[in-house]
């Protein structure tokens, strides 16, 4: 039963255009939300977050939106940079358990020069 | 400020060995969490500690382990080593009320 779906395995964007990474999740207990960015052999690198009360967070090039009656949450890169390249995780955690996260199975960006 | 720390980086193992995993956190941070990542499952959550307690644990069979000490550093062990078990593990970090994680940069388990 997977709780946080990325449907999209893979996402290729011209450099300089926006990238729209989406995430949804079945569980309507999640009240927190996280992007990761992730290389091979590396561990996660936190990018942004969202709580549930929020609708939308922004921090330099990216934005995270959260629509909690779709049960989604989307993740905007502008401009997307080749350096941007990468496997993006969106990762849900409840408030009882918050560093109990759980992942999706990630997107790879890839961002063409 | 230094981040999560892993060691070893890289370890190789044969079926029925065990295995220790050693992490440090950031500074400052008391709770330490682990994941394992695995091509066909992706990140799963393993266990949590805070205050040299288990606070929670995710679905895996009892030879998975863990622990916590009082500087916080955190390891887990696995016993009985599986062909499946090689993985990436991954420590994560956070502070005590926050609710950012941070990971380590993962050790590589390979068992042969």
């Known amino acids: 039963d997977q709780q946080v779906k990325q449907n999209s395995p893979s996402l290729s964007v011209q450099e300089g255009r926006i990238s729209i990474l989406n995430c949804d999740y079945t569980n309507s207990m999640f009240d927190y939300f996280l992007w990761y960015k992730k290389y091979p052999a590396e561990g996660p690198t936190f990018l942004i977050s969202i709580s549930s009360i929020k609708d939308k967070n922004e921090d330099g090039r990216f934005t995270v939106f959260l629509n909690k009656s779709a049960k989604h949450l989307s993740l905007h890169i502008v401009p997307s940079q080749p350096g941007d390249s990468a496997v993006y995780f969106c990762a849900a955690s409840l408030s009882g358990s918050a560093r109990q996260l759980t992942f999706g199975s990630g997107t790879q960006l890839t961002v063409l020069p | 400020k230094a981040g999560v720390t892993q060691t070893p980086r890289y370890l190789i193992k044969t079926r029925g060995q065990q295995v220790t995993l050693s992490c440090s956190p950031i500074?400052?941070?008391?709770?330490v969490s682990w994941y394992q990542q695995t091509p066909g499952q992706g990140l799963q959550f393993l266990f949590e500690y805070f205050s040299e307690t288990q606070r929670n644990k995710g679905n895996f069979p009892g030879r998975f382990s863990g622990r916590q000490f009082s500087n916080s550093r955190s390891e887990m062990n696995v016993s009985t080593l599986e062909l499946g078990d090689s993985a990436l593990y991954l420590c994560a970090s956070s502070l005590s009320g926050g609710r950012g994680t941070f990971f380590g940069p993962g050790t590589r388990l390979t068992v042969l």
């Open positions: 500074s400052g941070h008391r709770s």
